[in-house]
């Protein structure tokens, strides 16, 4: 992986799109769009910056950030469709979790050897294939190590890619258009919008599952746990965060997909949800992680 250090953006060098007291689904999200009761200055300096990061990539980038304290929010190109890629796994858990019981997840699950050939990654799976794991380390696996096969266990046990499609609609995301499984989720055609999304209804997503009526207390904390201290998660939005910030997340990539999504905690302080998705025009980039991180970076300083 050939990550840049040196684009990493220093605090000092870039400001962010500040839009007080509006939620993401308020913002709009054209470059060098004004939002009302922004910052007319801080928000051209964050296009510039981030039209720069775009250049220098040969990159797309998209963010949506919200401050869950004061609802402050960021976006840029918020409301352009990205591929998801593997950072739809969060959801996929999230909503396996709020149907099943304990008792549901220490059920012992099985698969195939030609399920685990078709997924592409599977790390856990592959080693199970004779003995299975309890549904609970199927879904950990999805998340933790973003194994291919694990997570068409767990569309299995909601109903496939329609019965999640399905749930964010009910849930108030009817952008996030969910087509495919592994690791066909990841083919995305332009002229489409199937297996895409916009960074600014992936955050409301995001943020909707820190809800009680959307997820329970306590499976919240489970799935947050397992996005938490994630080695594929090192150099993307955790890269760019502030000394002292905990990130739990999950990111995504295939081709020149390089998608990450967040729940930050600042010391002591509500947490940010954040989506920053990146399409590099290079299929075979390996700067994604480094993009993802300076652009967060950029988002992260304007909350400080």
């Known amino acids: 992986m050939n990550v840049r ?151 299995d046990e909601i109903g496939g890619p329609q019965g999640l499609d399905a749930a964010l609609e009910d849930a108030g995301g009817p952008t996030t258009e969910v087509i495919d499984e592994e690791p066909e989720l990841n083919d995305v055609d332009p002229d489409s919008s199937d297996n895409t999304t916009t960074p600014k209804a992936y955050t409301a997503d995001l943020q909707g599952l820190l809800d009680s009526d959307r997820l329970p207390e306590d499976d919240r904390e489970v799935l947050l746990e397992w996005m938490s201290d994630n080695e594929t998660g090192d150099p993307l939005i955790r890269a760019g965060a502030p000394e002292g910030w905990t990130v739990k997340d999950k990111s995504g990539h295939s081709d020149g997909i390089q998608n990450d999504i967040a729940v930050v905690y600042p010391p002591n302080e509500d947490p940010i949800i954040i989506t920053v998705l990146t399409q590099s025009e290079d299929p075979d980039s390996e700067d994604g992680p480094a993009l993802v991180a300076a652009t967060a970076e950029a988002v992260f300083d304007s909350f400080a």
């Open 5 to 155: 250090p040196w684009r990493l953006l220093t605090a000092t060098t870039l400001t962010c799109a500040l839009v007080a007291g509006c939620s993401p689904a308020d913002a709009k999200s054209e470059p060098g769009t004004q939002t009302p009761n922004s910052d007319r200055s801080s928000q051209e300096k964050v296009s510039s910056e981030l039209e720069s990061l775009e250049e220098d990539f040969e990159a797309r980038i998209g963010v949506s950030a919200v401050d869950t304290g004061d609802g402050t929010s960021v976006d840029y190109r918020s409301d352009e469709r990205f591929g998801f890629a593997s950072t739809l796994k969060v959801f996929a858990v999230a909503e396996l979790l709020a149907r099943t019981t304990s008792a549901d997840l220490d059920e012992q699950v099985t698969w195939t050897q030609a399920d685990v050939d078709e997924a592409g990654w599977t790390p856990v799976t592959e080693k199970h294939v004779d003995t299975g794991l309890p549904l609970r380390d199927v879904a950990e696996s999805a998340l933790r190590v973003s194994d291919n096969a694990a997570m068409n266990i767990v569309l």
